[in-house]
């Protein structure tokens, strides 16, 4: 597929010397304030690296490390442990809010501690999770996650009736190829969900936040979520982007002091907010 075959071209055009947006091939880019590999596309106003790799692979042969567990933590791990499952709430949240939630079945892909897996399952929904280092899994608090790396080889006997993507997508090295081989992988009436981040959003553009990873790969646009659904013959069923107070809080100020109060904050403040300028992204794919 021609989508597919894009992601594969040389980023660099070696006659004009100009960065290539990695989707379209438009030349049409600019730098992102203040970084070396992120581009933004005029085009198809996808944000990518122009380093394409597959980073998050080689944890798949990191070990787990051991270290004697202390009540600091012990704290520490509660304060985070209840930043994710408030992150897995709020997509619970947004399944409620879309679906009938009627789903038999469920894997969530790049499950990381295993919070929404555990939500899943607690709606009877038999749900397990993939994740590709050992170390989340090992601290996690789900028994049904499994270690693995979820690419365009992966491969299961097992039909989902909802596949979750979330916040891994920009990770892999063939995103395309990716969400083509979740097609083979949901049944007829299946949906995948994807929360990923927003291109469109000024804190993205504008470099307002801290967001870039190296790992990353590229940030989908809405253009290009709505050319990926064609060329695989789905559907977009929902397409919402949000302001994600929680993780503003922590891009903003990751000390441990700051994490303590966001911890009684989002008690009572929204976790997430719908925003046109939100820089994530929930989206529902079909058949």
């Known amino acids: 597929m021609k989508c597919i075959e894009v992601l ?3 980023n660099l055009d070696q006659k004009t010397e100009k960065v290539t947006c990695r989707f379209c091939l438009a030349e049409d ?3 992102i304030k203040n970084q070396k590999d992120f581009f933004i596309c005029n085009n198809c106003y996808c944000v990518f690296n122009q380093n394409f790799q597959n980073e998050k692979k080689t944890l798949l042969r ?6 004697k567990k202390s009540h600091v933590d012990f704290f520490k791990k509660t304060i985070s442990m209840r930043f994710w499952d408030l992150v897995s709430l709020q997509y619970i949240k947004y399944l409620s809010a879309y679906t009938d939630m009627k789903f038999r079945t469920a894997l969530d892909v790049g499950a990381l501690y295993g ?3 555990e939500r899943l399952n ?3 929904i ?5 994740e590709v280092d050992k170390n989340n899994i090992e601290n996690g608090i789900s028994k049904k996650v499994f270690h693995g790396f979820f690419d365009e080889n992966y491969k299961s006997e097992k039909k989902y009736d909802l596949i979750c993507l979330t916040q891994m997508i920009y990770y892999v090295e063939n995103p395309v190829d990716v969400l083509e081989n979740v097609t083979t992988l949901i049944n007829d ?3 995948i969900f994807i929360s990923t981040q927003n291109p469109h959003s000024t804190i993205i553009k504008n470099h307002e936040l801290p967001v870039f990873e190296k790992s990353m790969n590229i ?3 809405k253009k290009n979520f709505e050319d990926i659904a064609s060329k695989l013959n789905l559907k977009i069923q929902n397409y919402t982007t949000f302001r994600p107070n929680i993780y503003n809080n922590r891009l903003k100020d990751s000390s441990k002091r700051s994490e303590l109060m966001n911890y009684f904050k989002y008690h009572i403040k929204p976790v997430y907010e719908m925003d046109p300028n939100g820089h994530h992204l929930f989206l529902f794919l079909s058949k």
Not at 62 to 67: K, L, M, N, R, W
Not at 126 to 130: K, N, P
Request: charged share 5%.
């Open 189 to 191: 009436t299946g949906l």
């Open 29 to 31: 880019t600019q730098l």
């Open 8 to 10: 594969g071209y040389s």
């Open 219 to 221: 940030l989908f646009s």
């Open 115 to 117: 919070h929404l897996v």
């Open 126 to 130: 038999d749900a397990s999770g993939i």
């Open 122 to 124: 607690q709606l009877n």
């Open 62 to 67: 990191t070990s787990v490390i051991p270290h």
